[in-house]
C-alpha cells in the first residue's frame, strides 16, 4: 500500500512539473542573431503572429487530419485549426480538393484579404506523407521557406511547423534545429550570390519561430544549438 502511494505521488509531482514548464501565449524571446538576423521565439499561433510572411506545414491530407484530437492537438491549442477558421476553412478545402496536395516541399502562396491574419502573406510548405515523416525534411522545408522569403522581398519571416498541431510525435529540439540551420544555410548562400552581384532581396531583419505553450522552450534549445553552429 505505501509504494502505491509513493509511485502515485510521484506521478502526480511530474505531471504538476511538467505543467509548470508550460509558458504563457505571447511569451517572446531573441535566442541570438546571425549575420544582422535576429532569431526569436514567440507562444504564437500562425493566424496571429505579426510578419511580412507567416509559414505553415501542412502534410497531404487525410480526412479530418487537423481536426482528430488525440492524435492532433485539442483545438484551444492547435494553431493550424485556428489558421484555417481564420481563412474561413481555406486551408482545408485546397487540400480536400488537391488543389494544394501538401507533397513534400510543395508551395502554395496565399495572399488574405486584409484582417484575416496578422501576416500580410501566408505560404504553405508541404510535408508530404505523415507516415515517413523525418525529422531531416525540415532542414530542407527552412531552406524553401527562406529562399521564398527573400523572393518575396520581406524583412520579416515567421514560421510554425504545425507538426505537433497535426498529431506528430516529434522530437521538438532536433526540428526546431534543423529549420533554424535550413533557414541559415540558405541565407548565408543568399548573401553570397548577393556580393556577386547575382542575387538582389531586402535584408532580413527578423525570423520569428513559433512554438506551443507547452514546447518553447524544448525549441528554445534546439534555435540555440542551430545559431551557435553558425558563430
Not at 90 to 112: C, D, M, N, V, Y
Not at 137 to 144: A, I, R
Amino acid at each position: 500500500m505505501k509504494r502505491t502511494i509513493v509511485v502515485t505521488a510521484l506521478l502526480l509531482a511530474h505531471i504538476f512539473v511538467h505543467a509548470q514548464q508550460t509558458t504563457a501565449v505571447g511569451t517572446t524571446k531573441a535566442w541570438g542573431k546571425v549575420d544582422g538576423v535576429s532569431i526569436e521565439g514567440l507562444v504564437q499561433g500562425p493566424s496571429a503572429a505579426v510578419a511580412d510572411l507567416q509559414v505553415a506545414c501542412v502534410f497531404e491530407y487525410t480526412e479530418g487530419d487537423i481536426f482528430n484530437a488525440p492524435p492532433a492537438l485539442p483545438a484551444a491549442l492547435n494553431g493550424m485549426v485556428h489558421l484555417d477558421e481564420a481563412t474561413n476553412g481555406l486551408i482545408t478545402e485546397i487540400r480536400k480538393s488537391g488543389q494544394f496536395a501538401g507533397h513534400a516541399l510543395e508551395t502554395i502562396l496565399i495572399t488574405p484579404p486584409a484582417g484575416k491574419i496578422k501576416a500580410k502573406k501566408l505560404l504553405l510548405i508541404g510535408l508530404g506523407d505523415r507516415n515517413q515523416f523525418s525529422p531531416e525534411l525540415m532542414t530542407k522545408v527552412g531552406s524553401v521557406a527562406m529562399r521564398e522569403a527573400l523572393s518575396l522581398n520581406v524583412t520579416t519571416l515567421s514560421f510554425a511547423s504545425d507538426l505537433k498541431d497535426a498529431g506528430i510525435d516529434s522530437p521538438t529540439a532536433l526540428v526546431a534545429e534543423n529549420v533554424t540551420k535550413g533557414m541559415l544555410q540558405a541565407y548565408k548562400v543568399a548573401e553570397y550570390l548577393k556580393g556577386k552581384h547575382y542575387a538582389s532581396f531586402k535584408p532580413l531583419s527578423k525570423v520569428i519561430l513559433l512554438a506551443g505553450p507547452a514546447f518553447f522552450t524544448v525549441a528554445g534549445q534546439g534555435i540555440q544549438e542551430a545559431i551557435q553552429s553558425f558563430q
